[in-house]
């Protein structure tokens, strides 16, 4: 884990502000008199000296500033003013943008020098929640496609920061879909523009930001074998997983079943074949095979052939995805 960072320095105050700003060492070791924390001495939730940075705004925002936390109201423009749906001057791209930190990351995470101009910047800037009535959510947040592919001029919400959390104290929910509004009509809720929603739009959980199919190494081919697999994969559903599972193992039994008659069968065989060391002339030799004929087809090939049938009727229904009881998800993946 990498140390965490110093809470206070200078290294990118200008050399006027330098000089102007007093810590509380620096004024104990001056042997101040402070009969009272100074309200510029940081501590305490005082005012904490800060490189001053400053948002090149536009005439279409309106902001909100207290140090380096942003509330702005405005159109969607996720960088500079050339940048959004806001840039061409469109219709109903209103946004509001929450960010604190703007470009922290930079300069091995020091930030800008003091006195900096600097736009928004969705991969320098430490913390946002982004609200666009239309924008390219996915573009904008360097989002690989998924199944979903890259949405584009839609209303969208982002939310990013070094560490996210959500907290339900009585649970969460992540859905998708129209919402159980009566008072839609029939079609249900539409999308921001009015379009028609799909039934179920899916879910996909992207570990690292990508789902290139993965080359895995191993496997029956050997060590140096190379297989690839698809790097986003439909989660399992658990209750079908249970059944399909269940039913296998009833294929199992049949399986096993069939070869206990084959082997009970054989047994008898045997019996009478040795009846052949007592008595040469072979006369119950002879009768025993028809009899071994029959009772393998009645008690083993017949049942082989039933249980091959269920075990492709398995295959359809829960491999398939066609099948009504697919084990895999149609609307949820991840990596």
């Not at 393998?296 to 075990?311: A, D, G, H």
């Amino acid at each position: 884990m990498p140390h965490p960072p110093k809470i206070y320095t200078e290294a990118q105050f200008s050399n006027f502000r330098k000089k102007k700003i007093q810590t509380l060492q620096e004024r104990f070791a001056t042997n101040q008199t402070i009969n009272m924390v100074p309200p510029d001495a940081g501590v305490y939730h005082t005012e904490v000296p800060e490189p001053i940075i400053n948002f090149i705004d536009t005439d279409s925002q309106y902001k909100l500033e207290k140090n380096n936390a942003y509330i702005v109201l405005g159109r969607d423009r996720p960088s500079d003013e050339t940048s959004g749906y806001g840039a061409p001057g469109a219709q109903r791209a209103s946004s509001i943008d929450m960010v604190v930190g703007r470009m922290a990351s930079y300069n091995d995470g020091l930030g800008p020098v003091d006195g900096a101009s600097v736009h928004n910047h969705y991969g320098c800037d430490a913390a946002r929640i982004v609200l666009s009535q239309t924008t390219d959510i996915d573009t904008n947040f360097g989002l690989c496609d998924g199944n979903l592919g890259n949405i584009k001029g839609r209303s969208g919400i982002g939310i990013k920061a070094d560490s996210v959390r959500i907290i339900g104290r009585e649970g969460v929910k992540i859905v998708t879909g129209a919402g159980a509004f009566p008072n839609f009509g029939f079609s249900g809720e539409p999308n921001s523009r009015g379009g028609k929603l799909v039934p179920a739009p899916k879910i996909e959980l992207i570990a690292g930001n990508s789902n290139e199919p993965l080359p895995i190494a191993g496997g029956l081919l050997g060590p140096y074998a190379m297989d690839i697999v698809a790097g986003l994969q439909p989660v399992v559903l658990g209750e079908n997983t249970r059944s399909a599972l269940t039913e296998l193992a009833k294929i199992v039994d049949e399986i096993w079943s069939a070869l206990f008659n084959m082997a009970l069968v054989q047994n008898a065989f045997n019996g009478v074949m040795a009846v052949d060391v007592v008595q040469p002339q072979g006369g119950l030799k002879a009768a025993a095979t028809p009899v071994a004929a029959v009772q393998v087809i009645e008690k083993v090939m017949s049942s082989l052939w039933q249980t091959r049938i269920n075990k492709l009727l398995w295959e359809v229904n829960f491999l398939e995805e066609y099948g009504y009881r697919f084990i895999c998800s149609r609307n949820v993946s991840t990596t």
